[in-house]
């Protein structure tokens, strides 16, 4: 199916690589994972839309002020226990090899923190501290042994909204120990390089933040290891930033690059982007011409690699196609561009905004590598091409030659951190431990505390039975997982866009029974829950409700559509769709939520509905008492901006009346919530999870020790065994025992 993957992301004319309702599918055996075509677009806008409120952009710092309001909070509870998966790996956007220790390797996780490896990129543990950011968008070592982060992520349209980050980092002992050294303001680092000839001599290539303009972006200079620093080369305009940055002496070269992202629009590329030279040492920059795309609103991300006077260049256009690959062996005064390659061509999907990287081998400078879906290598500078259709995950991100081993090669991509001693022309192997998996959902059995499954960012669903540690029994982007509380062998996982399968023998093999449901929309994340009462009653949402009583099998639509119809965003065609389901324990009573803020409810199993409310931001969650059917709550994400809507509602008479929960809670999005014993309630939100002081909620305080500092986008509660199991964005799946 890998094979197949490629084939479709590679044919001419390629369009979106999402597939977002077959007419059918097969269903996969034991060995054969069905694999969708994945790509970073359509969740980028899902999660992007889910975390503003309607009309709004992401405020400026609104993730490093929730996190600082959380740190304020006192901490109640155990410590959480982390449960993997340790095998399957995640986004790496940046890797680095320590100049004073063999096979030492860094790996900087895209919201999952930076970490090492000292056997040669087998196994990895952290070396970043839990309780700062997570978001990560550079590595780097110098000559002398010092290791220099830089944080926020720099490649948007990734799952996670690109979280931005607090600056740079440094470390002196391998990243036992770090200390913040700067450029706080810069939203994402997306490059490092250290002089080679003066190890105090750092350079930053600062893309900004994706949501305002300003701040610490550009290319920056620090002669004294980072303790001060000076901009050498800003941008056009205030949302130009730079995204790599390479010295060769007294000549450095740097890409800049126009991005931003709008409640409305997705502008990734303009006037500012392009290849910039400086022959003094940074003091005047010249941008580069002589054939190469040197200025316009079309010029998107430009991917850059020097080798000498050799140099290379990938360049996308604004929307994100390909636009072509280009050639200069005088240093950058001409350029050529190289005939047009279908395989290369089609490597950068719709989306080369998410790559922007060449690297060249440095034995060999007409050995190239091409980030893309596919890793992409030309031997004849770029004549041909050729793209590894092994084993290796798509999306790449990161590459690094070991200098140390000749021919060996270190890889970072969506999968995680993979190695080639064939000078990364084949024979790559990945890492047996990197836990640093990004989640969007978790599914528990109280009949078996041993099984977790859950939905990954480009990683399928994963279940923690049935193969060697955790495995993927479902392709695409994992979503929605559950386990019926009675039988642990049916199950049920979902790819994006509501692409449901159900299962009798654990995920073995899988039956596709989303063809059966009515939608004209269905959300990214497409949500499939249990009827309380029996297992064998689900609901399903698209726009309208779909309800079956024959465990899947056949569905039939109960409801209108309870949305405000196609939201305005051109790129997010699936807005206007259900978000949660609520079914109460009453066996009539169901509560919906969706992506424009409304809540509904029905009495009669769909006879009639009732709004509830509307104007809210995003429903993330709507949850019902167990024990009485009017006693309900909802969850809302989206940094508010000081609007005084609320992140949770309560009511006890049926939703006729709400009171805001939301309390002392930072003021970041929430993204679940549940019940616990004595009506405690317990959320988890992109700042980790919080638990109510008294029953009722509006006082919180933190749940738990030993979580690091990342989002949780579900959490799952097994009163019987008293336990709460969450799934992070970065860091897998983290289970705490609760009072």
């Known amino acids: 199916m890998r094979r197949r993957l490629l084939h479709l992301v590679l044919a001419p004319l390629a369009g979106l690589t999402l597939i977002t309702a077959p007419a059918a599918a097969a269903p996969p055996g034991p060995s054969d994972v069905y694999r969708p075509v994945r790509g970073p677009a359509a969740p980028a806008e899902y999660r992007y839309l889910q975390k503003t409120v309607p009309g709004q952009s992401i405020p400026r710092h609104a993730h490093e002020d929730a996190m600082a309001q959380a740190r304020r909070l006192p ?167 730079a995204t790599e940055v390479f010295v060769r002496g007294r000549t450095l070269y740097a890409v800049m690059w126009d991005h931003r992202r709008t409640p409305r629009l997705r502008t990734y590329g303009g006037v500012g982007s392009g290849v910039f030279r400086s022959t003094d040492g940074g003091g005047t920059w010249q941008r580069l011409a002589g054939g190469l795309p040197a200025q316009g609103p079309d010029v998107g991300r430009i991917g850059l690699a020097v080798a000498g006077e050799r140099l290379y260049a990938i360049v996308n256009k604004t929307s994100g196609p390909f636009e072509g690959f280009y050639t200069s062996t005088d240093g950058g005064d001409s350029w050529s561009r190289t005939p047009a390659d279908e395989k290369l061509t089609g490597s950068q999907s719709t989306f080369g905004w998410w790559f922007g990287k060449v690297w060249t081998d440095p034995a060999d400078a007409r050995h190239v590598h091409v980030a893309g879906v596919p890793l992409m290598t030309t031997k004849d500078a770029g004549a041909t091409w050729t793209y590894d259709d092994s084993s290796i995950h798509v999306d790449q991100h990161a590459m690094v030659w070991d200098p140390r081993r000749p021919g060996r090669v270190y890889l970072g991509n969506d999968g ?243 009171r805001d929960l939301s309390g002392n809670l930072p003021d970041a999005p929430v993204n679940d919530l549940v019940i616990g014993r004595g009506n405690l309630l317990h959320i988890g939100t992109d700042q980790g999870v919080f638990t109510s002081a008294a029953v009722g909620g509006r006082q919180w305080v933190r749940l738990g020790r030993g979580m690091p500092a990342v989002p949780v986008d579900d959490i799952e509660y097994d009163a019987g065994h008293h336990r709460l199991v969450a799934a992070t964005f970065g860091r897998g799946f983290y289970e705490l025992t609760v009072p």
Not at 461 to 478: A, I, K, Q, T, V
Request: charged fraction near 20%.
């Open 75 to 241: 901490t109640v509870g155990g410590r959480w226990k982390p449960l993997g998966p340790t095998n399957i790996g995640g986004r790496i956007v940046s890797l680095a090899l320590d100049p004073k220790r063999a096979d030492t390797v860094y790996a900087a996780a895209a919201s999952g923190g930076v970490w090492r490896s000292t056997d040669a990129g087998q196994t990895f543990a952290s070396v970043w501290p839990d309780g700062w950011t997570q978001a990560m968008g550079a590595v780097a070592t110098g000559p002398d042994g010092t290791l220099y982060a830089g944080t926020g992520e720099p490649n948007p349209g990734g799952g996670s909204i690109t979280y931005e980050g607090t600056g740079m980092y440094r470390s002196t002992d391998g990243g036992a120990h770090w200390r913040p050294i700067g450029l706080r303001d810069s939203g994402a680092i997306s490059a490092i390089t250290v002089d080679p000839g003066n190890p105090r001599r750092v350079y930053v290539a600062a893309a900004g933040s994706l949501y305002n303009g300003g701040g610490d972006r550009g290319v920056y200079r620090s002669d004294d290891g980072g303790d001060t620093w000076e901009r050498i080369l800003a941008g056009a305009n205030e949302f130009t930033g």
């Open 416 to 658: 995680g951190v993979y190695r080639s001693d064939a000078n990364g022309d084949g024979g790559w192997v990945k890492a047996r431990h990197e836990p640093y998996t990004q989640l969007y959902s978790a599914a528990i059995s109280p009949q078996d505390t041993s099984r977790v499954s859950g939905g990954a960012q480009d990683n399928g669903s994963l279940r923690s039975w049935g193969g060697d540690g955790f495995n993927e029994y479902l392709g695409g982007d994992g979503e929605e997982n559950l386990i019926n509380p009675t039988d642990v062998d049916n199950v049920f996982a979902c790819y994006q866009y509501g692409n449901c399968f159900r299962s009798t023998d654990g995920g073995d093999t899988l039956t596709y029974f989303a063809d059966r449901t009515t939608y004209k929309r269905r959300n990214w994340f497409t949500p499939v829950v249990f009827d309380p009462r029996d297992p064998k009653v689900l609901y399903y949402g698209s726009e309208v409700l779909n309800r079956s009583t024959d465990g899947g099998a056949t569905w039939r639509a109960i409801s209108p559509d309870l949305s405000g119809g196609p939201g305005p965003d051109p790129i997010y065609t699936n807005y206007g769709t259900i978000t949660s389901i609520a079914p109460a324990g009453d066996g009539r009573t169901i509560y919906v939520g969706t992506d424009d803020g409304r809540v509904w409810v029905t009495r009669d199993l769909g006879a009639t509905w009732t709004k509830l409310a509307e104007g809210r931001p995003w429903v993330t969650r709507v949850v019902v008492d167990p024990a009485d059917a009017d006693v309900v709550y909802t969850t809302h994400s989206g940094y508010r901006a000081g609007s005084p809507l609320a992140h949770v509602y309560g009511s006890t008479d049926g939703g006729e009346r709400w």
